[in-house]
């Protein structure tokens, strides 16, 4: 709970709002009077920020800021339900502002027409009791999550990507933070290039919805948030998950902001000698040239947590995709490489980056797929997750 309720009564016309909440032993008018008094900063008004905001503005958030530099455009409506067709080419924070003030007069709605950055970030966080993050960079990120934990802000993370989707509470009440989940920021050739990626339309709508309602669970101290676990959505398989991590103690704490210029990549930023490749090899042909004697350098780029619940037969090291270019050392140059992840766009782009930053006798191999395709053409019992 983040702080005292006012004293005041619930009003008549509030009484008739907020009715479904206040029939709620977990809320009530106490509780009700706990989200009037509360304060919450939304970083970005776009698919992420469109239901976040929508929702906490219903829920009766008595202030909530909205930073986002962009503008309306008619690609965006296919997802950023905040907004409508007249508002194209208008600022977004100033359609959600006014969307908002339609929903619910009574909250208040501060529009910060402008990028978070290095020079406002403290600034602005500061005035705020917790943050929700609606961005779609690693940039943003990794400064939301370093403000926070200079400033003690506890913060709500959300991730789109095709038909998946994450979200975790960090800093809450000393709990671990982004970089003990992500310890160091990709180069710009592991960022996945966001125009390209595609994402489901009604994705971030069920990821934001759950970063509001992780931040009201939080300013009415009930339930058990998303610290310490990460929540990944699978809308495919329509299945949840929850991975469990814990604070570094390894990792030096944050006393300052950095510059950070990690931003999505471009394919055609990607530059390769002429007469070097990245490969494709598909699993059935990877399994049928190893049963001929072939002898790769096996890499998983997989996170630990994908690692505990499957790794391929004859793995000969796991790094995680953006900690590659740190531990570039420990992949012989001298073999023949393969690398894979879970469906093969991470392992595509460290192949890329290893052909485009290194000399290598052996050849570099995306295995294409991953293990999903592993496990359609090669091994039903490998779990695809």
Known sequence: ???????????????????????????????????????????????????????????????????????????????????????????????????????????TVEAHEKRLGVGNALELIGSYDLVIDGSDNFATRYLIGDACEILGKPWVFGSIHRFEGQVATF???????????????????LAPNCAEAGVLGVLPGIVGSIQAT???????????????????????????????????????????LSDYEIECSNPEDVVEEPQREMFEIN?????????????????????????????????SLRIQHNSVPQQVDEIPSDRDVVIYCR???????????LVASRSSEGRVYNLAGGIHEWSDTVDSRIPKY
């Open 1 to 107: 709970m983040l702080g005292r309720p006012s004293r005041g009564a619930v009003s008549g016309e509030q009484g008739e709002r907020y009715a479904r909440h206040l029939t709620l032993p977990e809320v009530g008018p106490v509780g009700q009077r706990l989200l009037t008094d509360a304060s919450i900063l939304v970083v970005g008004a776009g698919g992420l920020g469109s239901p976040a905001l929508l929702y906490l503005a219903a829920a009766g958030i008595g202030r909530i800021g909205i930073i986002d530099d962009d503008s309306v455009s008619l690609s965006n409506l296919q997802r950023q339900v905040l907004h409508g067709t007249a508002a194209i080419g208008e600022a977004k924070v100033v359609s959600a502002a006014r969307r908002l003030g339609d929903l619910n007069p009574e909250v």
């Open 171 to 189: 800093n809450l009440d000393g709990g671990p933070n982004y970089r003990d989940l992500f310890p160091k920021t990709p180069p710009a050739e």
């Open 214 to 256: 992780e931040a009201i669970k939080i300013i009415l101290g009930v339930g058990e948030p998303l610290s310490g676990r990460l929540l990944v959505i699978d809308t495919l398989g329509m299945g949840m998950r929850s991975l469990s991590y814990s604070h570094d103690p390894s990792r030096a704490t944050v006393t300052d």
């Open 283 to 315: 699993p059935a042909d990877y399994v049928q040239r190893v049963n001929r004697g072939w002898s790769p350098f096996l890499l998983d780029v997989r996170r630990m947590d994908e690692e505990r619940i499957v790794s391929l037969e004859g793995t």
């Open 343 to 353: 469906t093969g766009g991470r392992s595509a782009a460290v192949a890329r980056f």
